[in-house]
Nanobody, 127 residues
Framework: EVQLVESGGGLVQAGGSLRLSCAAS????????VTWFRQAPGNEREGVSC????????YYADSVKGRFTISSDNAKNTVYLQMNSLKPEDTAIYYC????????????????????WGQGTQVTVSS
């Protein structure tokens, strides 16, 4: 059974850090694109950061460039999102999603392209 499970969310003060984990089962990340999305109340779900495991290319939303880093441990079938210098506007439910690659650079962080989703983990950043 294909499954994605996020963990690592919580409450942190502005300027702090969190590391999110996405553990996959039922398939391997190799040859898949894995993307972190987030959704804040009243907002649409947006792509935050993506790792294309076909070639190792990474993508970041402009709002998180320089602060967030995506990485993977393929032996553990796990993708991570290191979040530093957190801001209150980063508050959202964060979701891990996966789809078989390849996707184009223009579509790789579009939510409708993804087939598999985790349950989400809440990140709250206080000011």
């Amino acid at each position: 059974e294909v499954q994605l499970v996020e963990s690592g969310g919580g409450l942190v003060q502005a300027g702090g850090s969190l590391r999110l984990s996405c553990a996959a089962s039922g398939f391997t990340f190799d040859d898949y694109a894995v993307t972190w999305f987030r959704q804040a109340p009243g907002n649409e779900r947006e792509g935050v950061s993506c790792l294309s495991n076909n070639d190792g290319t990474t993508y970041y939303a402009d709002s998180v460039k320089g602060r967030f880093t995506i990485s993977s441990d393929n032996a553990k079938n796990t993708v991570y999102l290191q979040m530093n210098s957190l801001k209150p506007e980063d508050t959202a439910i964060y979701y891990c999603a996966a789809v078989e690659s390849p996707l184009t650079a223009d579509t790789i962080m579009l939510k409708d392209e993804y087939d598999y989703w985790g349950q989400g983990t809440q990140v709250t950043v206080s000011s």
